[in-house]
């Protein structure tokens, strides 16, 4: 059953050489990796403007520099991105870069920043989106957060069914947004071209506000930063693209780049013009569409638009996480079960761990991840500082080809996003503080995972080809655990026979029926009589405990002989998998309590049942 549900959510599996089939066009690329840049010009203008209207409303006029400042660093980090592209194809991104040129631990740093981001990625991107569903259906704010974790749960599931089929669900909603956006936009600058509507901004640009400070122009630029998150995913996903990869994906981030820039600005020059506030009641973007719109089919489409992109903008992390999760899993710092793929040829363990802590963290928080966004902020930009200065590393120990004027493009975006990591540390400490327990603490982890694959393949490593020194043994003790006799017991003994110089039988008794033992003993000598039979008697029904124990004592006195110790455990296989859930599950638990021991070889003898 599990099966055929599997395929249905999932599709039939791929081939390995299907994989080819699976990559990603230009187009298709677009929707997949930019819905989270994108989806954050929702809320990019509002967070500045937010900022700003603690001073005043005419304070609200300096969103202007404040965007002209983001822009300048969006510029500088797409064109870092795309070095990056070119110069390191085979995905990672930041992570790759720092560890490059600034060393493992810098790496490390890279990519745990951004392995948590993804999962707040999807978090508030998820709880965005229902956030609009709720207040579409005032009736489900009750449910708001099970609505964010199915629409998780959904997303996880499309992502599963492979590259080709998640950018296909995607394309309507990106697409119809950036056309809603563009029709906004274009609308709202005619009329204020033609005269139409009259300019209602609070204040003239360049106008004295009293009372505005260094520090508050900081905490909106670092607060209108969250529009940048995103950016930096298509350079971890560079092995998914179409042939050739690094220019299709070079391109692709240089699209994402421009269409996020023109929605941005113009969005911001829009909210200023007309003079638009943040309220508690209607959004920034909401406001502009209703004086672009009117309260027409347009308006409800821009919000029907805005709805879908937030509630799929987790998908960037979807698709960039588990690509992250695997060059960290190929240098040793995470489980290798990181880089298995799954039917559908995609990082399966990477999208359900992404999930899982997408869900937990939706849990945490009710549902109300907001307060997050600095923390998410932070959670880019120190990626942002490391690939961006390491990019300038690798350009003075290459130098070719302008790299004088690429490393200043570096230099740039390097000094803003450090700019920005300390405005939000000393600004929003509140917020990201966080940050500075979970990354030392992902770093520990890191480093023991890499040390547990150092010693693993110290230990497993052979020194030199045709020196392995194998040990000879004299024989073979083979232990049977034995729980009554039956025909599973007979196979057993008599495979034990034929691998083993020395065969015991081990049964555990209580004290719950006395004959019943008794029984099973007579049984048991009378059958085969050859074989020792050791009969433990438990007090506290422990079957685990009395076996180690025996095997323990066998197990020292087998080496004393020069002897292996194998215990073998009896097991019968019902006709239907469904079946093992009406049995104990004694040999299970047994054969992991036995793991544990270094000098017993555990085996199981398999009785097939045939009705």
């Known amino acids: 059953m599990w099966r055929y549900l599997k395929r249905l959510l999932i599709g039939k599996p791929l081939k390995t050489l299907d994989e080819g089939g699976q990559s990603l066009t230009k187009f298709r690329a677009l929707a997949l990796l930019s819905s989270d840049a994108l989806s954050s010009i929702a809320y990019g203008t509002e967070q500045i403007l937010s900022v700003l209207l603690v001073l005043s409303a005419a304070a609200t006029w300096y969103a202007i ?26 995905g990672g991104g930041a992570y790759v870069v720092a560890s490059t040129n600034w060393g493992q631990s810098a790496g490390l740093v890279a990519g745990g920043s951004l392995l948590v981001d993804y999962m707040l990625t999807v978090a508030v991107s998820v709880t965005s989106g229902t956030e609009a569903i709720t207040s579409a259906i005032p009736s489900l704010h009750a449910y708001a957060v099970p609505i964010a974790i199915l629409i998780v749960i959904g997303i996880m599931a499309l992502n599963l069914r492979g590259l080709r089929d998640s950018a296909s669900f995607l394309t309507f909603p990106v697409y119809f947004f950036i056309v809603m956006i563009t029709i906004m936009i274009g609308i709202g600058f005619f009329n204020i071209i033609t005269g139409r509507v009259v300019a209602h901004a609070a204040a003239s640009v360049g106008s004295a506000v009293p009372g505005m400070t260094i520090v508050l122009f900081l905490k909106a630029l670092s607060s209108g930063s969250s529009s940048l998150t995103g950016v930096e995913a298509i350079s971890n996903a560079v092995p998914n693209f ?140 120190v990626p942002f500082t490391l690939s961006q200065s390491g990019m300038i590393v690798h350009w003075f120990r290459e130098r070719t080809g302008h790299w004088l004027l690429k490393s200043s493009a570096n230099l740039l975006g ?82 034990a026979r034929s691998i083993g110089d020395y065969v015991i039988a081990m049964h555990v008794s209580f004290d719950a029926d006395p004959k019943k033992e008794h029984k099973t003993a007579v049984e048991f000598k009378a059958e085969y009589p050859d074989v020792r039979f050791v009969d433990i008697h438990s007090s506290y029904r422990s079957i685990a405990n009395p076996t180690l124990r025996f095997c323990d004592v066998i197990a020292r006195r087998a080496s004393e002989r020069n002897y292996t110790t194998t215990v073998l455990v009896p097991q019968f296989v019902p006709r239907r998998p469904w079946q093992n859930i009406l049995h104990n599950q004694t040999g299970l638990r047994l054969r992991a309590a036995l793991n544990s021991r270094e000098n017993i070889i555990v085996s199981t003898y398999h009785y097939h049942l045939n009705e």
């Open 414 to 495: 390097a000094v803003l996003s450090l700019g920005l990591v300390v405005c939000l540390f000393f600004l929003h400490f509140g917020n990201v503080w966080p940050y500075l327990i979970v990354m030392p603490a992902l770093l520990r982890l890191f480093y023991k995972i890499h040390q547990h694959y150092v010693k693993v393949a110290k230990q497993l490593r052979i020194a030199a080809k045709g020196k392995v020194q194998l040990h000879d043994y004299d024989g073979s003790t083979v232990i049977v655990l034995v729980s009554n006799v039956t025909r599973v017991t007979a196979g057993a003994i008599n495979y």
């Open 65 to 90: 520099p404040v965007a002209g400042i983001v822009l300048v660093l969006l510029f500088a980090i797409t064109i870092s991105y795309r070095q990056i592209i070119n110069a390191y194809p085979s």
């Open 242 to 381: 179409k042939r050739p990869r690094r220019k299709n994906a070079a391109n692709t981030l240089a699209i994402m780049a421009l269409i996020l820039a023109v929605f941005f600005a113009g969005i911001t020059f829009l909210s200023y013009a007309g003079g638009i506030l943040p309220n508690a009641n209607q959004t920034v973007l909401s406001q502009i569409g209703e004086s672009v719109f009117g309260h027409g089919l347009f308006f409800y489409l821009l919000q029907l638009s805005t709805a879908l992109i937030l509630a799929v903008a987790a998908n960037t992390g979807f698709s960039a996480f588990p690509m992250l999760a695997y060059n960290l899993a190929k240098d040793k710092y995470m489980p290798h079960a990181y880089m298995d793929r799954g039917d559908r040829l995609g990082y399966s363990n990477g999208i359900i761990s992404l999930a899982v802590g997408a869900i937990v963290l939706i849990i945490i928080f009710h549902g109300q991840t907001s307060l997050l966004i600095p923390l998410y902020a932070v959670g880019v930009f």
